[in-house]
C-alpha cells in the first residue's frame, strides 16, 4: 500500500519524507488554508519538497468549463500535479473531456462516498478515486464497507484508476486499509505518528534497557 500524507504543511511532508515511507501528498483548500500562506506559494513549495511523487491539488470551480481551465493551470505548476475535481456531474464531464481532449491532465476524483460514485470515475478514466470514509462514518455509515466495495468493484472489472482511501482519521482505518488491499491510503501527519507506536514497544525496550544495564552490555 502507497502511504500518502493528507496536509499541505511543508514541515510535515519533509518529515515523513525523511523517514523513507513517503509515496504522495494529498491538499484540499481547507488543508491549504490552514497553513496561513497564500494558496500558490503553498503549493508550490510542497511540488518542490516532491518534486518526484504526486501532489493533488484541488479546483475551485464547479462549471465544468471553469475546472477544466483551472486543471489545465494547475497543471502547469509541475509534472506531478494531480488535479483533485470534485465527484459532481459537471466534475466527471471536465474528466472525460480532458481524457478525450488528450489535455494530459492526471486527475483525482474527490469527495467521493459511493461505490457507484467511484464507478463513474473509473468510467471517465480518473487517474485516481478518492472514497473520503472518515466523513462516511461521521453520519453513521460504515466508510470501510463503502471501501470494500469500491476495491471489489475495481478488482472484478480490473479498473486502473487508483483507489485513494481518504479522510482517514486513526491508526484502524489506516490498518483495515492495508487488509483491503487498497492502492493507497492518504493519512493526517498525527496518525501517521502513531503508527509508529505500541505499548508493548515501548514497555519491552524499557525492560531491555534495565537488563542491558544489569548485564553490563555496553557496544
Ligand atoms: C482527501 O484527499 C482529503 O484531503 C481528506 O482526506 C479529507 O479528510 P477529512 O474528512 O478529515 O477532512
Known amino acids: 500500500m502507497k502511504i500518502f500524507i493528507d496536509t499541505a504543511v511543508l514541515e510535515e511532508i519533509r518529515e ?9 501528498v494529498t491538499t484540499n483548500p481547507t488543508l491549504v488554508s490552514k497553513t496561513g500562506k497564500p494558496w500558490k506559494e503553498a ?5 518542490r519538497e516532491v518534486p518526484d511523487k504526486p501532489v493533488s491539488v484541488e479546483v475551485v470551480a464547479t462549471d465544468r468549463e471553469g ?7 494547475l497543471a502547469k ?14 466534475g466527471l464531464r471536465a ?13 483525482n476524483v474527490t469527495l467521493v462516498f459511493s461505490p457507484l460514485q467511484a464507478l463513474l470515475a473509473a468510467k471517465v478514466g480518473a487517474t485516481y478515486v478518492s472514497p473520503f470514509i472518515g466523513r ?20 472484478i472489472y480490473g479498473f486502473e484508476t487508483e483507489i485513494i482511501a481518504a479522510s482517514i482519521r486513526h491508526v484502524d482505518h489506516v490498518r483495515r486499509c492495508a487488509a483491503l488491499g487498497v ?23 524499557e525492560r531491555f534497557i534495565k537488563d542491558a544495564e544489569k548485564a553490563g552490555i555496553s557496544i
Open 95 to 107: 474528466v472525460f473531456e480532458m481524457n478525450a481532449e488528450g489535455a494530459g491532465v492526471k486527475t
Open 67 to 73: 475546472m477544466k481551465r483551472e486543471a489545465k493551470e
Open 16 to 24: 515523513v519524507k525523511e523517514l523513507g515511507i513517503l509515496d504522495g
Open 183 to 205: 492502492d493507497i491510503a492518504t493519512i493526517p501527519y498525527k496518525v501517521i505518528k502513531q503508527m509508529y507506536r505500541h505499548p508493548l514497544t515501548d514497555i519491552g525496550l
Open 43 to 47: 503549493i508550490q513549495e510542497i511540488l
Open 136 to 155: 462516511v462514518d461521521d453520519i453513521s455509515y460504515d466508510g470501510l464497507q463503502v471501501l470494500e466495495e469500491i476495491v471489489s468493484i475495481y478488482e
Open 77 to 90: 505548476l509541475g509534472e506531478n500535479v494531480v488535479v483533485k475535481i470534485p465527484c459532481t456531474e459537471e
